[in-house]
Every structure is written in C-alpha cells, then in structure tokens.
C-alpha cells in the first residue's frame, strides 16, 4: 500500500512536468498566467489539504484523490499560481485502525486541525458520506471551505424527499451551523437514481425487481431513492434488503427473489460489499435476469468478483451507471499521462489513475479550490486578504463563482454547492469489460432523455 | 542476571499491600526525561507547523547568539541533558547492584528548580524584553511558547521527583495526581500552536480513558470479562444523539445528557448481564460478544426508527453556556471532560476501596465463598455491569458531542478489543495504570500509527536511511496492534502497571468456579 | 424447640445418593459433631444447609421455619456461617478485608456512600474495621492483618476463615475439619476456641476426623455412612456403637469387637 | 447489595470505644432473625424457576420447533420451489459452518480455549489454497477432465489441510502455550492478538479486496432437479465432502490412539499425564487437526463461491463458534449437527425476516443457549463435584 504523504518523491520530475503544463496544455487555464504577474509580489503562506481514507480497507480508493490533488498542488507551485505566496499541500488520513477504515471521529479532528491553522484555505475531501457528516459542520463553523471528489448522498448539500426518511434521518440544515462552504464535483444520487429507475424500468424493460443494498450510507440511500423513482416510474418492487457488507452469500435472497418472480435486481452499494458476488451467485442459481448497480459497482472489480464463480463469463450482461467515464474523456487525457508520469514510482495499482473512477476528481476538485484562491489574491490586489477568515470567507465565495475546464469537462456549482456537470452512462459488461451504452442526463422535473 | 533484573523489577518491600509501588517514581522520571526531550524536539516532532519555527535552545546552540540569553541557553542545555539520562543512568547503576546516595537527589532537586527559573528568566527575555537574536528567526506565540512550557514542566517534574522521593513512593496516588492534574489543567494553554488539535487528540483520549475506567470495573474489579463492552457505548451515545439532534427534534443541554446517558447505558448494563449472571469466564466473553455485535445491527437496521439507520443521527448539538461555545473550541470539551475524568476516577477509586469494591474482590476470588459470606452474588455482579456500563455511557454522551455523528460502525468490536486491549496493556484492576493505558494506546493508535509514515520520512531524511522512508508502517497497523496484543500478555500479563493482587493472580491461579457450577444449574 | 432440624433431607446427584433420608437436630448453644468415613455425604450436607445444594427431597429448618431453596447469602443472613474443608478465604484480599466482607450483609454503606465517602460509609467502615480487627486480635492473627491471605501459614488460614465465618455473626457456626492439617499444639488452640466461642453461646455444628477432638467438644455426635445416618448420640454411646465401629472398621473389626 | 433481610440490629461494639467483655460472638444477635425478603420477589421467584427449567430441559425441542416452523412459513411465503432451494442453500452453508464449528470445538474440548484466531485459520487457508493451485496450474488440470479434477483435489485438499495444520500447530506452540496454566484472560487476548496479526498479514499481502480462487469453475453443472429445484454438483460435493470429513474424524477420535489421547486429555489433564500421554503433542495433534478441517471448509468454500478475502474468517467463525456451542462445546458430533443447525436458522431466518436480521438472530440464538442451556443441546446437565 501507499503513503500519500510521501509524494514528495521526486520533485523535480514533477516540476518539470509542471513546467511542461505550463507550456500550454489544455489543464492549465490561461487566467493563472495572467494572474501570476499581479501577484508576484504575494507575501505569506496559503496552505491546502486533502482528508481521505488513506490507509486500511479503504487504501483500495481514498489514495488516487489524494494523489490527483497533490499532482495539482505540486503543478500549480511549478506554475507560480499564487505567485510569491508559499503553497504547502497537507494530506489527512481519516482512516483509523479501530474501524479498518474511514472513521467519522478521525475526520472531525481532521479538519478541527486544519481549521485550526490559519494558512489553510481549503480542504479536498472527504471522500465517505458519513464522514462528511461530521467534518461540514466544523468546517461550516470555520468558514472553511470543503470540496469533496466523492460524497454522492443527496441530503449533504439540499433537502429532498428522503432525507426524513427514517433509515437517512439526515437534517441538512443542523449540518451547517455557520455559511454554506461545501461543495462537491461529483454528481448526487438523486440524479443517479432517477436515472437508474429508468433504465431498468425503461430500457431493460424489468416491470419488478428486487432490492439489495449493502447497509452503508451510499448504498442504502440509493436504493431508497431508486425504490422511490422506480414506483413513481410504474414498477413494482417485489422484495427488498440490507445485508452487511461482509457478507459473502446472498443466495438466500436470490431464491427470494427468484420466488417472487422479479424480472431484474438492484444492487445498491459498492463491489467491495458484494455487488459482483450477488452476480456470481445469481449465477450459481440459474438466474438468467439482469443486474443493475449503481457507480458503486462500475468497475474492474466486478467483473473478477462475478466471474470467479462456477461460470466465468457470468459478468457479461450486467449493467451499472456511473459517471461519464473520465477516463474517455478527451478532457482528461493530459490529466492521466502526467498522473502516470508523475507517480511512476509509487507501487500498482497507484501508479496508474484509472484505476480508481475517483481520481480525477480529486485533481479537479483541488484545482478548483487553487483557482479560487487565486482568483481572491488576485481581486485583493495579490496580497492574501488581512485576515484568515476573510480570506476564507471570499474563497467560499470564488468557488461560487466557479467556472472551470478541467479533466471532467466543465465545472460550475448551483446555490446548494452541487455541480451542474451531472449525467450518468449506463455500462454494460460485453466480454469481460464495461462498454458504454448511452449516457443519460435528467432535467429538474425529473424527465430522462439520453443526452448527446 | 536474571537474579538482578528481578531484584530490579521488585519495586516495593516484600508484605505490604501496596498497589503500585515505585514505579510511580519511574513513571515520574522518565516522564520528566520524556517532557524535557520533547521541548528540545518539539518543532520537529509538530511536522507540518514548523516552517522556520526552531526551538530556543535548539537555535541558540545552532545560530551561536549573543547576549545573556545565549549563557542561559548553554547552562540549561547541560541541566536538560543531566536531567534527561539520570533516571537512565540510575536504572543503570540500580541494574549493577549500586544506587545513588541522596546527594545525587539534592543536587538533581536543584537543577530541576533553575531550569524552571532559568526557562522563566529566557522566556521573559524572548517575550517581554524581545531579545530576538536568542532565537533567530522567531515569531511570537508559536511553537517555542509551547516548548517553553514543556521544559518547564519537565524541570519541574523533575524536582519534584527528586526533591520529594519518599513521598512520591509513599503516596503514590497522591504525587501521581499532584504531578499529572497541573499538566492536564494547563495543556490547553500550553500549546499555541493547532492546540485545538491537541486538545481533540486529548478529548478523545478522554473517553476512551472513561471507557477503560468503566471496563476496569467489570474485569478488573469483578473480574467479569466483557467483550462486547462497546455495546454500552453505543448506548449513551445514541441516547445521547436522540435527545440532543434533529432526528426526534428533542434538544436537551449536554450536562442532562451525560446522566441520561449514563442512566440509560447503566439500566442496559443490568438488563444485558442479568443472563450471564450463571456464565463461566470465557462464555461470559462470548455471550457479551454477541451483545456487542447486535446492538450495532439493531442501530444499522434502525430498530423501531430510533436509531437512524447505516447513517446514523448527524447533527447533534454542542452546547453553548455562556462564554462557553463548545463548538468554538474543543478546548470546553477538553476541560469538561477532564473535570469529569476527575470526578469519575474519584468515584471509582472511592467504591474500590468501600463496600462494593470488597465484595467485588471477593467474588472474583471466591464466588462460592463469596455466598457463603453473606454475598447476594447476582446484585453484586449487576451492580458491577450497571456501573461499568454507566461510565460508558457517559463516555458515549460526550462522543456523541463531541463528533456531531454517531454511526453503528464508530461501535464495531475493535472498539471494544481496543478498550480491553487498554485495561490489559495499563494492568488489570488498577485505575492508574488503567489510565497509562489509554494514555499509551490512545497515542499509539490516533497518533502514532497515523503519524508513522511522516515520521519515518522524516527521520530518514535527518538521518539520511533512505529505507526507512520506503517502510510503509500504515498497512501494518493490524500486524502491530496484533503483535503487541500478544506480547503484553506473553511477557507482562499483569499490565505495565499491575494491581499487585491481580498481577499474582494473572500469572498464577486459575479461575474460580461459579456458584452456577457449584449449584449445578449452570 | 431446636435451632436447626434436618428433617429427611435426600441429596441425589444422578443416580448417587450423596444424603439419603438424614434427620437429626441441633438445640441452641450444643456442639454436635458429625463423623463418619470418607465419601460418607458430611460436606454435601453442609452445602445442603448452607443452601450451596438445594436439596432433592426433605426439609431444613431453622428456627422451625423453612430453608431450603433459599440462596446462600440469604442463609448466612439468618445466621449459619461456615467454614471449608479446603479453606475457601479470599486468596488476595488482606487477612482484615477478609474478615471485613463478613460484615457486608448487614453494614447499611450503599453504592454511593462508598463513591462519596459520606458520613456514614466512613464511620460504619471504620467501626467495621475495629471489629475486624478486634476479631484478628482475640484468634491471635494480628500481626497478619495486613497480609494477603495467602501468605498467611497454613494454620493461620483455617483461624482466619473462622474469623470470616464469626464476622457474620452467625448464631450457628459450621464448622468442616478445621482441624485438618493442624499440628498438636494448633489443635489444642483450636478446641479452646470452639470451647470458648460455646461458652458465648454459640451453636456448632462440626466435622472432624480427629476423634480426640469430637469426643472431648461434643455434646452429641452424629454418623453417617454412604450417605446414611447410622448412629446418633453422646461421646460415650457413639464410640460404643457397633454399627459405627463397623462404618470405620469394617466388618472384621465389629465382629471383632463383639466378641471381645 | 440491596436486600437486607434479617438485619440485627447495630454493629457490635458501635462506633469507636467498645466496652465491655471482648467477646468473638455477638451477643445481641443470637435470637431468633426473620427472612422477611421482599414478598415480590418472594412470590415470583419460583414462577420464573419454573419457566426457566422449562425453556432449559426443552431448548432443543423449542429450537427444532422454530426452524420446522419458519420451514413452514418460507413455504407458505414462496412455495415448494423456494423452500427446497433454501434448504439447499442451508445444507451448503451448514457444512461449512459444520467443519469450522469442530474446529473450536475440538480446542476448546481439550485446553478450554476459545481459539478467536480459527476462524481467521479458515482464511488464511483459503489462501493457501489459491497459492497451491496456482503454483501447481491446477486449474486447468482440474477443469479438464474428471479424473484431472480427482487428481487436482486430491492435491489441492491435502496440501492446504497440512499447511492450515502447521500453522494452527504454531500458533498453539508461540501464543497458546506458556499460558495453558494462566487463567482464561491471558490467552483469551493473545488469541484475539493471534487473530488481528493474521488478519493484517493478509490485508498486506492480499489487499483489502475478494481475491478470485478460480477454483469454483472446477465442478458445475445440474446433478439433478427435484420439483424446480436444481441441485448441483457443487451443492452435493460441499455436503458430500464435508460429511466424509466429519465420519473420518470420528473414526479417528474413536479408534486411534492419539484419538484416545486426545479424549483422555480433554477429560482430565492430569490423569492423562500421569497415564503417561505426552500432553503438549496430543494439544498440538489437536490444533493441527482443527485447523486442517478448516482447511478443508476452506477449500470447499472457495470451491463453492469462488472468492476468499481477508476477513471473512472473523463472522464466519463467530456463526461457527455459535454452532459449536450449540451443538455442545467439547463434543465433535454435536458442533457437526450445530453447524447444519446454525445454517437453516441463518438461511430460513434470513429468508423470512429479512437478512438484515439474520447475524442479530444468530447473535440472539447464542446468548439464549448460553443463558438457557449453556451445555448445548446434546450435552448432559452435570454437577460438577459431590
């Protein structure tokens, strides 16, 4: 496994590639450059960080972010990007030993921490729900702002109808004791599930369907609301069920569902709690139906887990949405080759950004957090505001205003700090890999269409 | 040799019934020795805050000032140096059969008094007169504040461990309380620096010491071994969360909640042991291992829309009294928590030694016997449960404040393992060294496996062992936490700082059989 | 009327018959002695009337009021006390807190008294301990008063747990061969003890194999064999008594006796 | 401490300055003392007595009744099919639970040992497996024909089996053994120490998520249909293999003589010393058969599902060790029938109240066995000494 914190590595192969960056490639917007001679004169020390589960089970994800927002940190620094200003990147780790995993406790102390140094103007993460649960109101109390890569419940950033509901019981505005400073670059469930119900109602034509999720925030939260948008839909939900992550076998409630005659099922989680397993065992039990996930399970892990049991081609069929698949974007091909140049060191799977779907988003994520900031120094005529707090308040501020090009195409945030660059791709497995089918968009009022 | 360490490790005189014995005293030192070292490596140890931040001494020796300062800084270099080995060098000389005469003690009393003078006297200086060149390029209220303060705690500790000997072997509790109780009072004033930090570091260092103490109770004092104990935990600090949150809409102030939890957690405690009452030992653990694992399922799975759910229940309040907003600074959480380890360790300490805490012993070591005596065994085994339970519960209310979230995960039986894994580490049955024991443990596992890889870079980097940096501690935590576990119980079963009885027992007798068995109803 | 009366009391274990069918009473103030070969259910019937077994069939009386089927604390409560064959102390517990928790039952401390260290937990544990202590003086174990139970001598243990057992202020005290692994000189000691705790009007029930013992403190003795009473009655009637001789003896040795 | 019947009157000698005779015996208190108790308890003690040894002398009977009736009720719920599939679905994960379950069974028969780190034994040669048929390319030999699938078996169960029994052998002989004579605490921790530092060495090695065995493509294929429900070849070899194991033990337990050593240690340790039985041989002998079936679940587990990661061990051995104290603890035949016992209760109670549930129940299923009848179903209610 890996120490993020260790990314000093070779710091002058990074730079250069900075360097590189700055000779016009696509990541580097133009603004910097012409911000960088106003604020070379800058006097002081801005510091940025990132909190994601670093170490334990969650060592399979929470590092790519880190990595991508270190790579950006590290290029802006070769950039100049604020000018004469020291630029210092801390990582956090929000794992502990105790919960083999991201702890709610960790990340609170965390960001009280990093609130509590002056410098720090922002903070990339947190990459689990229930983290972020305890980290926005701190950060809220501190004017701190907090970008998360990852954080996809609905309830963290606006009320919608199943925040009450009894097994969310998020109260979105307790979350935010002072002013609104979270956003995220990543689309909610909201959107995702809305889609998911039409696509399995829709396209793959399933009229009931059975329900897992995997007892976690994410997964739970997406199957209430896919249950909710799949009803409203016209379907009907045959059966459903929690069961923990570690759980290994799920054909008891593969022979349920079979019984009540469901046309396709739903799995509502990540493939680390058994997303590729409810697959292979449907296929132990004959169960020629569909499986639809959610971005949960969209990933290479699946198709391994699928296919180890008895039938080793038993993945193809599946469908999960996701994201739009970042790494075909033509946007974030730079971003991938410099990740890969400038981590070629670190061991596999680190070594290489696609292999996590979250890592581009790290890298977006912070280097809209370093744009804001440079857009503050540069509006206060390239000197940091006088005092911490309004230099925290007005990058809040800037990150409203964010309009920013990067790796995930184009980036601007709505009054509740989500991002407006949403529309998930349903993915199907087609001998042994996942092949984008169509990618859907959804409008306000909820209406599918496939988007171009 | 073996002979020797023996003759070195035996700390108090053959007979007495005393707890602890010297190694209070040790304690104390190396303490002293620990502090001192730590304000000398202070900046170095703090990482990420240090950007030009030295500390004084430090910087004098480096940067060769000028002045007054820079003679001061050269005598308490010496003084620090003579301090920080001598309990080494004594525990040395001790190993060889000789041991140093009270003079040895006198004249280390006097160094312990002039370097807190001496401190006073360069901080004044720096702060007061502004002799900057003493520290180069320092600015004020930053980590040299705090390095100020630890030295002179250091040399105060040192004095009085030397100066006041016979005392602190003979009252241990008393010095030990007297030596800690100032540093804990004063911790968040010392630092300037991410004190908050600190001070969330110590808040949870603080429930988790609670909880040690709570468990200590079950099996340390009544020896009934509990391993599910997280479940209490998660008690108070659900009941806790429903009172204090927007889930229920209930709002009640923290200083009701901490009895509530308390009482809550306590009534759990009763109901849940009632069952085991009749349990040998080691079904006893698994039974209470079971209750450890359902009461996290019944929060998953949201039993009767109490709990919330995988989510759990977010947004719970931080009191505000006054000029007191617990949500400002962890710094209120830390006192209050504080004043209540306090509180509690008086209490327990004070039921150990009544009644109770007798009758308790007794059916640890004899439960028949115990009968025989005119013991009612089921009350005083419930009392135990109900008791231990309600100190943990308590630690719950405050988690529950202190994190704003409470999810099933944060009660997962590691927490539990972590908690017995404390009580054994510190020594069964002795609240003192149940309280290293978090103190130790709680850094190992918040601060030090986190911390280990930064560490090692760095140290690599200072002492230029590029391997050292490639280590990748992180992923061994579990190796770590697993080789220690066994370790402690191959080497030391007792605890570092075992109750005399219980380190006999521990590594002696076996168990004693339950009335239950005796009955033959069990 | 009596103190205690076993009245057909039967203790089965499967098909072992510990006790069977055994009735016989004690008065106030009497030392009665119960004898009998290895095995033959002496300290199953103590753990009967300790409430340690409950008994299978019969009843147990104290008082003329029942009590069998009550746990044991609340049996040492009405005043039985005992000791053990294999001294049962609190191994790790000071020879003073030993006899301390002898008291508990009836000290009036509760749980918060103890945490508060109120008035009335700090007298009645100082008064306690005087008693305590004064106890340990009169059976000569003072100078152990502050030593683990452990590392007091063999013979000092059996003194301490009598001490425990007194401490309970039983009206009758069960005693099980106390003087088991004595030697002479303790042994006297001991007889004067239970002369003098029978002088205070202490009821005793006894289990000794050191004959000398038995004969010269009881008032009466009973036998038991395999689990059976066989013989009851004074010193002299007992020690002439054949069924008995024969219990110890053996066959042979009855006969023998007959003859002579 | 609350009830004071019969309390005499003040402490003898009062507070402080006693006068007065000494005396050993308190005179005040030597007449007669009421058991006045508190009525409510009184009148209801022998009322829970009563249900108590009801539920204790019927648990079995309770117990059997409630899976018949969730049988019934998963029938009612999904009819035949479903209930046929479930008992199949039961049969599986009951034999595993059945090997694993003898495990903790047979150590805590013979040195009063919960062994915390079996279950993660049952991991650890989950792996061993994976890296014996990757070294020796079984995979391809085993999905060639059926004797290459004999022949990979008959390689591949063996050699975990050996591997799982050394390892068990040294966890006994560097955690377990120098504290046999201390009580349970001390053991108890280095077990669950043993159980965290293989779990971490696994979570290094293996990382953090499934690792595919590749050997569930061994067997496939429909033996036969009864009704709807297909039954495979996987399902029969799984029960098959995991019965045979069990007869083969209790052969083994019954007619060797290390069997016979093992029973007269687990009886009493001293008098086996004494018969002359080398007693730290016949507790290795013990961990290393223990481990090697669960080995041999492991192996059948990874033949069934296919994937193995580095925690499974820790619920799964908790619901095994569940099984084993059911069953009886210390008795082989008893952890055998508890495992089956365990699977229907987790598959039927998940299949019924939702498998949210079905840990909770198994959880609740221990600490009633343990409250009502610790000795488990098959053990016999003794007294321990005259």
Known sequence: MVKPTKGVLSIASIAALGVLAACGTTSTPTSSSAGATGIAGCHGTITVA???????????????????????????????????????????????????????????ANITALAADPTVMGVVGPFNSSVALSEIPVASRNHLALISPANTNPCLTAVVAVCSDPTIAINTASLYPGPHTYFRVIASDVQQSEIDAYVAYSVLKAHTIYVFDDQEAYGRGLALLFMKYYKADGGSVVGSVSLPGATTTFSTQLSVAQSKGAQAIFFGGTTGNGCGLVRRDMGSAGMNIPLLGGDGCEDQLFITNANSGAKTSEANGSYATSAPDVTKLASSATFFSQYAAAYASLPAPYNNGTKEPYTAYGYDAMNILLHAINSVLVGNGGQPPSSSQTFRDDVVAALRQTSYDGALGHTTFDANGDTTNTGFTLYKVTNGAWVGVNTYAVDTSGNVSVKS | ???????????????????????????????????????????????????????????????????????????LAVAMVILFVSPFAEAFMRFRGRTFGPRADRIRLYL???????????????????????????????????????????????????????????????????????FGIFLPLMFHQAPDFLLWAAGSLAIYMLLALGLNVVVGFAGLLDLGYAAFFAIGAYACASFASPIHNIHWPLWILIFLGAAIASLFGAILGAPTLRLRGDYLAIVTLGFGEI????????????????????????????FMDFSESPRWYYWSLLLVSIAVIVLLYNIER???????????EDEVAAAATGINTTTTKLLAFAIGASVSGLAGAFYGSLVTVVTPDDFSFSVSIAVLSIVVLGGIGNIAGVILGAVILTFVIFWALPNMDAWSTTLSSTVHIPALANINFSSYTYIIYGLALILMMLLRPGGLLPSRARRIELESAGESESLAAVQGIA | MALLELDSVTKRFGGLLAVSNVSFSLDRGEILSMIGPNGAGKTTAFNCVT?????????????????????????????????????????????????????????????????????RARSEERSVQQRALSLLDQLGLSRYAGSYAREMPYGLQRKLEIARALATQPRLLLLDEPAAGLNSHEKVELMQLIARLRDEGLTILLIEHDMRLVMEVSHRIVVLDHGEKIAEGSPAEVRTNPRVIEAYLGTGASEATRSA | MSDQSGTPGAAPGGTGGRTGAVTLVDQGNLGPRTSEGSSFFGAVTPIFRFLYSLISKNFGALLLALIVLSIFGTFLQGG???????????????AIYALVAIGYTMVYGIIELINFAHGDVFTVSGFYAIFIANTLH?????????????????????????????????????????????????????AIGVSFLIEGVMLVREGPDYVTTGQASWINGTAFTIGKVAVGYTDLFVVGTALLLMFALGAFVQRTRLGKAMRSTAQDRTAALLCGIDINRTISATFFIGSALAAAAAVIYSINYGDVKWNIGFRLGIIAFTAAVLGGIGNIVGAGVGGFLIGLIYVFGGSLIGGAWSEALIFAILVLILTFRPVGLFGVEVTTRA
Request: charged share 15%.
């Open chain 1, 50 to 108: 990132s909190d994601m589960p670093l170490t334990g089970g969650d060592a399979t994800d929470g590092p790519f972010p880190a990595y991508a927002a270190q790579l950006a940190v590290t290029q802006a620094n070769a950039n100049k990007l604020m000018g004469g200003c020291t630029l210092k990147y801390i990582s956090k780790d929000d794992s502990t030993v105790l919960k083999n995993g991201h702890d709610p406790a960790q990340g609170a």
């Open chain 2, 1 to 75: 040799m073996r002979k020797r360490l023996a003759a070195f490790i035996r700390t108090e005189p053959e007979g007495g019934p005393s707890s602890a014995g010297t190694s209070v005293f040790w304690i104390l030192a190396s303490s002293a020795s620990g502090l001192l070292i730590i304000g000398w490596l202070l900046p170095w140890f703090v990482g990420p805050y240090d950007a030009g931040v030295g500390y004084s001494a430090q910087d004098a020796l480096v940067s060769s000032p000028t002045g007054i300062g820079t003679i001061l800084i050269y005598i």
């Open chain 2, 112 to 182: 312990g008094i002039a370097g807190v003078v001496l401190t006073g006297v360069v901080w004044l200086l720096y702060r007061v007169l502004g002799e900057e060149p003493l520290f180069g390029s320092l600015q004020p209220g930053e980590i040299s504040d705090s390095a100020i303060w630890l030295t002179m705690y250091g040399f105060a500790l040192a004095a009085l461990v030397y100066g006041a000997r016979p005392w602190v072997i003979g009252r241990q509790t008393l010095a030990f309380g007297t030596a800690v109780l100032p």
């Open chain 2, 295 to 322: 009461v996290p399922d019944l929060a998953t799975n949201n039993v009767f829309n109490l709990t919330g759910g995988p989510n759990g229940i977010s947004g719970i309040d931080q009191p505000h009294w006054g």
């Open chain 2, 354 to 364: 009544s009644r109770v805490g007798r009758a308790w012993v007794a059916l640890r």
């Open chain 3, 51 to 119: 409430g340690l077994f409950p008994i299978t069939s019969g009843q147990i009386r104290l008082d003329g009021v029942s009590i069998s089927g009550l746990p044991p604390h609340r049996i040492t409560k009405l005043g039985i006390a005992r000791t053990f064959q294999n001294i049962r102390l609190f191994a790790f517990m000071t020879a003073v807190d030993n006899v301390m928790v002898g008291a508990h039952w009836w000290m009036k401390e509760r749980v918060w008294d103890g945490a508060f260290q109120t008035k």
């Open chain 4, 80 to 94: 035949a099919t479903l209930m046929g599939n479930q008992i199949k679905n039961a049969l599986v994960l009951g």
């Open chain 4, 138 to 190: 079984l995979n391809s030999l085993a999905t060639s024909s059926f004797g290459g699938l004999l022949l990979a078996l008959a390689i591949v169960f063996p050699l975990s089996m050996i591997a799982a029994g050394l390892t068990g052998m040294a966890i006994e002989f560097v955690a377990y053994r120098r504290l046999r004579d201390a009580p349970r605490l001390a053991p108890l921790i280095t």
